[in-house]
């Protein structure tokens, strides 16, 4: 029975792994910023401390800003899923998030990305000059109102 459980956990483990790198890659893929999957998963695998996923030579030869894109996405995530469970999604919280993911980087037009501020220039989809429409009261107000597929998982 105990291997039963080690083996479902470690399922979990491993599904919520795949989910951290997919969506972090992806994410970095729409700023056209972060690394190819292979070294996200990499350094996903060692910011998380899990064994036997983070040999890639390839990291040697990653730009140091392109990790640090990837750590911080991981560093913003550790930290909004510790902050967020049971709790309402704040304004606050989403800026400390803001500023843990943007530290030290610059936004798309090389300008200081102003970490955990809001903009005071109009905000795009990833390079696409796509506008962005609402605010973090609305995102909050409709996150803090998930349907009932997510309610238990956040």
Not at 21 to 36: K, L, Q
Not at 37 to 50: A, G, V, Y
Not at 115 to 140: D, H, K, M, N, Q
């Amino acid at each position: 029975m105990l291997n039963d459980i080690d083996g479902s956990q470690k399922l979990i483990n491993n599904i919520h792994f795949w989910f951290i790198c997919c969506d972090i890659y992806s994410s970095n893929r729409i700023e056209v910023c972060g690394a190819p999957f292979s070294e996200t998963k990499s350094l996903i695998s060692n910011f998380f401390h899990m064994d036997g996923l983070n040999e890639n030579p390839d990291l040697d030869k990653l730009d140091s800003i392109k990790k640090k894109e990837v750590i911080q996405h991981a560093k913003s995530y550790k930290f909004l899923c510790q902050e967020k469970k049971g709790k309402k999604l704040s304004e606050e919280l989403l800026l400390e998030t803001h500023r843990i993911l943007m530290d030290g980087l610059k936004r798309e037009d090389n300008v200081d990305s102003n970490a955990g501020s809001y903009r005071s220039s109009p905000i795009t989809v990833g390079r696409s000059g796509i506008p962005c429409s609402g605010g973090f009261a609305e995102l909050a107000q409709e996150i803090n109102q998930p349907s009932e597929l997510y309610r238990n998982y956040f």
